[in-house]
């Protein structure tokens, strides 16, 4: 027993022995006290002795020795107490849907909320408030929260998808207080600016930075934008750039960032000059929508299919595939299998350019059209009218002619069996374009992909106007080519590859 005891012990006087040292190891490796080493209730009490400590009661200068500085503090101050109180944060909420395959190859629809965050300014007595069209595109429920944290719903008054601007309106007989859409034209590279909006949801925030830049363009359809270097974040995206005299001369859009999955400012910020907001805004309360140039012509990009059957070498421009009766491009002399290479002097790149540049052309301008034709160039003069829509499709693809082409291009659309229709007034009014499934064959190659009411808004990239557009690239396509849709099912944006028909 006694020897057990003494083994106990000294295997305890070795274990203790050997922690303390590890512990002392670590404690001189890390430059600890050793003394921290020595248990609390063994170590001498610690004496702690007051510091002299005597702080400066002035300021580095008195106000009237930096009185410009301190005149220009107060007036930015002054100018965000006057603006902040019409600018506006934007909660929207929705559901979206998607098409999942299991291993078997069977689908199922999944639905599961969204939720997104912006910025929006007040431009009437009314609550009429403007923000970016992507802010809400797709969203059922909008909220609007004031500066004085007051919530209310709001309501889709239109929106102008191309420009990225929608109005809504704030549901309450109230009167709010708004900011002056002043003159874009005005504004000079070099002056000073204010972006105001609700970056990353944190509320109210307000940056200054100067226009660096005028006429910039991120896309075909966004161009001639100010670009700032005031801090532009996510959740500003609706807010207003505002001069020194709390005028909106902008509406913040987009900004730069390397990092396309986390962006973040990079002193790189754009805006949407407030004359083109101002006149989307004009249309939309007085019409619903905004109003855009019309030429009647359906178009194709140029692959290198469209190039080896027209004969065609060069790389820019976009083919026409069909013209619709009595519209500016039938009266200006346009054929099918035109390739148009320029636009009131602008190369043209693709289809899509083409459309917006006449969607954005002010109704009644003659512009010119630089146009190549079997080989040879011409010269053609367009009236620009107004888009009115086309007459609504009865949705069945069309019987017309036995030319063996046509009569091919039936049999490719039978085959992949989608029935289309154009959007109804009342939908076009709502902002939507493009067209709307009714009906899927089911036999055909597309009942695997599509469902009905899909609105379809693309087509490889090509913007769809119209059902008899739809059926043209679908044809020219579907035959040779895997066919890209880009369609709107649910409110939720998707993309679908059609795979081709073969021989």
Do not use: C
């Not at 510091?51 to 410009?68: C, G, M, Q, R």
């Amino acid at each position: 027993m006694v020897s057990a005891l003494k083994r106990f012990f000294a295997l305890l006087i070795v274990f203790v022995s050997f922690f303390l040292l590890v512990t002392a190891l670590k404690t001189w490796r890390t430059g600890g006290d050793f003394s921290m080493l020595i248990p609390s209730f063994l170590r001498r009490a610690e004496v702690v002795r007051p510091e002299a400590f005597t702080p400066s009661d002035k300021p580095a200068l008195n106000l009237s020795d930096v009185e410009i500085i301190s005149r220009l503090n107060e007036e930015y101050a002054r100018l965000t107490r006057a603006v902040v109180p019409s600018v506006v944060s934007i909660d929207t909420a929705g559901v979206r849907t998607e098409r999942l395959m299991d291993f078997w190859g069977r689908s199922r629809i999944r639905s599961y909320p969204t939720q997104g965050q912006g910025s929006g300014v007040i431009v009437s007595r009314e609550g009429h408030v403007i923000t970016n069209h992507h802010v809400i595109a797709g969203q059922q429920q909008i909220r609007i929260t004031l500066h004085g944290g007051k919530t209310y719903n709001a309501t889709m008054v239109g929106e102008d998808s191309l420009l990225d601007i929608a109005v809504v309106k704030i549901d309450s007989d109230e009167t709010f207080v708004p900011l002056k859409l002043g003159d874009s034209s005005k504004a000079e590279v070099g002056q000073l600016v204010f972006a105001v909006g609700n970056p990353f949801g944190l509320g109210e925030t307000v940056t200054q930075g100067i226009i660096s830049a005028k006429e910039r363009s991120l896309s075909d359809n966004q161009r001639d934008l100010f670009q700032t270097d005031a801090a532009i974040n996510p959740g500003n995206s609706g807010g207003p750039l505002v001069n020194l005299t709390g005028e909106i001369i902008g509406i913040n859009a987009a900004i730069f960032s390397v990092d396309k999955e986390n962006p973040s400012f990079q002193g790189v910020g754009f805006s949407i000059p407030s004359n083109e907001v101002k006149e989307a805004l004009e249309q939309i309360i007085k019409r619903g929508r905004p109003i855009r140039g019309f030429l009647g012509v359906q178009m194709r990009d140029l692959d290198e299919m469209a190039r080896a059957d027209l004969g065609y070498t060069k790389s820019a421009g976009s083919a026409v595939v069909g013209i619709t009766p009595n519209s500016p491009a039938e009266k200006a002399g346009l054929k099918p299998r035109d390739v148009v290479e320029s636009f009131g002097g602008t190369t043209i790149t693709d289809t899509r350019q083409l459309i917006s540049l006449v969607q954005r052309t002010k109704i009644g301008t003659k512009m010119k059209l630089h146009v190549w034709r079997e080989g040879k160039v011409v010269e053609l003069e367009a009236t620009i009218s107004e888009s009115t829509g086309t007459p609504q499709s009865t949705g069945q693809v069309p019987e017309i002619s036995k030319d063996k082409e046509i009569q091919d291009n039936l049999a490719v659309l039978r085959a992949m069996g989608i029935n289309v229709r154009d959007l109804s007034a009342k939908e076009q009014l709502r902002g939507f374009r493009g067209v709307v499934v009714t009906a899927l064959s089911e036999t055909g190659k597309a009942s695997e992909y599509l469902l009905p009411g899909d609105l379809i808004i693309a087509l490889n990239n090509s913007q769809i106007s119209t059902a008899n557009e739809f059926y043209l690239h679908l044809a020219a396509s579907a035959a040779v080519q895997a066919t890209s849709l880009h369609l709107i099912r649910d409110g939720k944006p998707l993309r679908m590859h059609l795979p081709a028909l073969g021989k």
